[in-house]
């Protein structure tokens, strides 16, 4: 989610052209039109955040790797749009608004097209890396344009229509790659947003080139680019194969730490010393955006952790199908679609830090229920605090955007969404790397407790044995019943973390002072 109802990253700071340098604006159907292909653009960026969580299984097991080793297919995407972020604003001006979407559209669906062509893990990861920079800019792009397109007071009808597609492509995700993968074959997942790419990039070029920005050769940070690209790609890679390495016993995680901690600090050095940096680090010195992005960064880490171990318990060992499972999790945002415009409204009214810190309670509420999970659970037992805690996600991104860019001077605004937003988008993908390390640690510890428990005078394998079994089934069963018990005990110490980490994020939110203006959030999504 990049499941996500929160605001994405830095809409470009293109100059708006003046009235008449146009033609004549679109009405009526084509401006309709126009408004649809921009929500698809967002629909198809978003939704490749979550559509692959339940597909990981079935990606791993058809590529020969392990499910561990899956994951980097959402972790791959998360960074790799994360690092494109901060670059839209100056892609925009320099080349042009319409330009990049446009491009960033086609290459998206080309992308996808290889993504689904890929025979080896490595292969799909790495086109799925420039899956990740092309969807990048698409989403603060059409929301920037459909501002543009839209008349002045019928932009909250526009930014409707683009809130809707943010807050149902998380949902639909899980659901559709579900389907795809069970129905058809996984490279499907990929595949179905090839005919919306570039369908969408052919008439989006006709019909918004009349929009286009002026053009500005402004310079771009490139040494904070490239320390950012190699601290960010370490410290991840550093996180996927850490428990495949032995963590810090391997040379390898040693030498990638080192870089990341290296390139991190000066990272933070250049950027604060550049005139034009790529990342406006300073904008931390307001404590109010600070103490926003500590809350989102623990909230959104907890609750994107937990949204892909879900379908990888259900599926792994409660014999879910992709389908079900991602019927399952897409349970969350039925009620916060409903909640959102409701919370929008209360927003402008109600302290942005009672409404975040009653979201994430919320949220740590039902995550809290969910460590009792055992693995004779229905689905309805399994979905039903997954379905409440919908109401929290809306309580949570919507009015925390909002408090964290009031924080930040006006001008700052753009530098904050952008930065904020990589922040999060960092924080999932971390996330992701930590729980499924610890689920497979944990899963090893408990095993070896339980395996020390079960069965210490042979009584169940006796039961079985009497009942028809051989030694060697009843023995294979005995150890089954461990594994389940032994995962399932895992599954539930990494909801009571998330449970603590949304805590956490809850006292966090107060460290930011009360809000004394409404910020503009065009510039996020």
Request: hydrophobic share 55%; charged share 10%.
């Amino acid at each position: 989610m990049s499941s996500t109802l929160t605001a994405e990253a830095g809409s470009p700071s293109a100059p708006t052209p003046a009235p008449g340098l146009f033609e004549a604006p679109l009405t009526g159907g084509k401006l309709v039109g126009a408004g649809i292909l921009l929500a698809a653009a967002n629909f198809i960026a978003v939704l490749d955040t979550t559509i692959a969580n339940v597909s990981v299984s079935t990606i791993s097991g058809a590529l020969g790797s392990s499910t561990s080793q899956g994951t980097y297919v959402i972790t791959s995407y998360a960074v790799a749009e994360a690092i494109t972020v901060p670059l839209t604003g100056w892609l925009a001006n320099r080349f042009g608004t319409v330009r990049v979407f446009i491009l960033s559209m086609i290459m998206f669906g080309v992308f996808s097209a290889l993504c689904g062509l890929a025979n080896s893990l490595g292969m799909l990861i790495f086109f799925r890396i420039l899956q990740g920079f092309a969807g990048g800019p698409l989403m603060p792009l059409s929301q920037t344009l459909l501002l543009r397109i839209f008349p002045k007071e019928k932009a909250p009808a526009a930014i409707g229509l683009w809130a809707m597609t943010t807050l149902v492509a998380p949902i639909a995700g899980p659901i559709l790659g579900g389907v795809l993968c069970d129905q058809y074959s996984w490279p499907y997942i990929f595949w179905i947003n090839v005919p919306v790419a570039l369908v969408c990039g052919y008439i989006g070029w006709r019909m918004l080139s009349r929009y286009e920005s002026p053009t500005v050769k402004l310079p771009i940070d490139r040494v904070g680019m490239l320390l950012m690209v190699v601290w960010v790609a370490a410290l991840q890679f550093m996180l996927d194969e850490g428990k495949e390495k032995d963590w810090f016993a391997s040379t390898e995680i040693v030498v990638l730490a080192v870089i990341a901690v290296v390139f991190f600090i000066a990272f933070l050095i250049w950027e604060l010393t550049e005139r034009n940096p790529i990342v406006d680090l300073r904008v931390f010195r307001h404590r109010g955006f600070t103490a926003s992005v500590v809350t989102i960064c623990l909230a959104f880490g907890a609750f994107f952790g937990s949204v892909v171990l879900t379908p990888l318990w259900l599926q792994g060992y409660m014999g879910y199908t992709a389908t079900s499972s991602g019927l399952v999790s897409a349970m969350t945002g039925i009620l916060a679609v409903i909640a959102a415009p409701m919370v929008a409204k209360m927003s402008t009214t109600v302290d942005a830090r009672k409404l975040v810190c009653i979201g994430v309670v919320w949220l740590g509420l039902m995550t809290f229920v969910r460590a009792f999970n055992t693995t004779d659970m229905t689905m309805v037992q399994i979905g039903w605090p997954l379905f409440l805690q919908g109401v929290g996600l809306p309580l949570f991104f919507v009015p925390l955007t909002g408090l964290a860019l009031s924080s930040v001077n006006e001008s700052e605004t753009a530098s904050a969404a952008g930065l904020m937003s990589f922040c999060r988008t960092m924080a999932g993908a971390i996330a992701t790397s930590i729980v499924n390390t610890s689920w497979e640690n944990d899963s090893t510890y408990f095993h070896a407790e339980l395996s020390g428990l079960a069965d210490r005078m042979g009584d169940a394998v006796g039961s079985m044995t009497q009942s028809g079994m051989s030694v060697d089934q009843a023995t294979a069963s005995l150890a089954q019943t461990v594994q389940n018990q032994a995962v399932m005990l895992a599954t539930n110490h990494i909801f009571m973390m998330a449970a603590i980490s949304f805590s956490l994020a809850a006292m966090a939110v107060w460290f930011a002072p009360k809000p004394t203006r409404v910020a503009d959030t065009s510039s996020a999504h």
